[in-house]
């Protein structure tokens, strides 16, 4: 009796040694899908930092274009401002000029 559960465990450990092989191959396999996904993910990484520093371009080139209408409204303002002296000048002037040739 004692030998045939000495031949069992035996018989067990040589399966459990297998087994652990089997394991063993499969962490390898692991490990080398892991390296893999690090240089995407590093890849990824580098995407991402150019996508950020576009974006950071793109709401300054907003920012940029917001500022020149604000400009632009602020010279036709001051265009129309000026328009609104000069006119009525221009005017009694011309008036004055035809008034001095009657």
Known sequence: MQNEVLGISIGLAIKGIGEISKVNSS??????????SEGSLKGFSREL????????????????AEELKADFASAT????????IVLPIKT???FEESMADV
């Open 49 to 64: 930092a150019k996508v950020k520093k576009f974006e950071d371009i793109k709401l300054k080139l907003k920012v940029n």
């Open 77 to 84: 303002s001051l265009i129309a401002r000026g328009a609104a």
């Open 27 to 36: 962490f390898a396999n692991l490990k080398g899908a892991i390296r893999q």
């Open 92 to 94: 009694a002037t011309l």
